[in-house]
T-cell receptor
Framework: KQEVTQIPAALSVPEGENLVLNCSFT??????LQWFRQDPGKGLTSLLL?????REQTSGRLNASLDKSSGRSTLYIAASQPGDSATYLC?????????FGAGTTVTVRA | DAGITQSPRYKITETGRQVTLMCHQT?????MFWYRQDLGHGLRLIYY???????DKGEVPDGYVVSRSKTENFPLTLESATRSQTSVYFC??????????FGQGTRLTVV
């Protein structure tokens, strides 16, 4: 059974600081890894998708890396803004279904 | 509207009642999923479907029933609601391989 862990569970930083969110998974036989953002009371918004053959993906201030052999992914958010405050979820896909971590709740202080 | 739509967005029901949560997607994705999200547990898979008329259990299926007579619809039924089923329910869809897309969620309260 795939186990996904996200560390830290919560993070508070001043505006402008870079964010580093970690995700680890136990079974490296994954199809892809997806990072989501969830605002309070809202649904999940896909941020980045990394295929198992890829090492990283970038979108604007967001960069996600994947080391499948060690079962790790890292989401970097550069120059954080108060609007980045949300919960970030990591999910790994094996065959067809997603297994989620519990998330990292980020607060960016103005 | 294109996308994945859940209804209702909010529902309060009584213990023992049957309740159905609806999910509709417009992409003709083959896979559809139901997850529940609870504090301390994250998102857990309840049921999934690989195609019309093909469904299978996920991690926490007890007390739930699903059907998929059409590719675009995947309703989730709580046969006899219990307080432990108070949760936020998310429906998702995906084609084989690419990203999964999620609905906005249904917040269900069982009193």
């Amino acid at each position: 059974k795939q186990e996904v862990t996200q560390i830290p569970a919560a993070l508070s930083v001043p505006e402008g600081e870079n964010l580093v969110l970690n995700c680890s998974f136990t079974d490296s036989a994954i199809y892809n890894l997806q990072w989501f953002r969830q605002d309070p009371g809202k649904g999940l918004t896909s941020l980045l998708l990394i295929q198992s053959s890829q090492r990283e993906q970038t979108s604007g201030r967001l960069n996600a890396s994947l080391d499948k052999s060690s079962g790790r992914s890292t989401l970097y958010i550069a120059a954080s803004q108060p609007g980045d405050s949300a919960t970030y979820l990591c999910a790994v896909k094996d065959d067809y279904k997603l297994s989620f971590g519990a998330g990292t709740t980020v607060t960016v202080r103005a | 509207d294109a996308g994945i739509t859940q209804s209702p967005r909010y529902k309060i029901t009584e213990t023992g009642r049957q309740v159905t949560l609806m999910c509709h997607q417009t992409w003709s994705h083959s896979y559809m999923f139901w997850y529940r999200q609870d504090l301390g547990h994250g998102l857990r898979l309840i049921y999934y479907s690989a195609a019309a008329d093909i469904t299978d259990k996920g991690e926490v299926p007890d007390g739930y029933v699903v059907s998929r007579s059409k590719t675009e619809n995947f309703p989730l039924t709580l046969e006899s609601a219990t307080r432990s089923q108070t949760s936020v329910y998310f429906c998702a869809s995906s084609a084989t391989g690419p990203a999964a897309f999620f609905g906005q969620g249904t917040r269900l309260t069982v009193v």
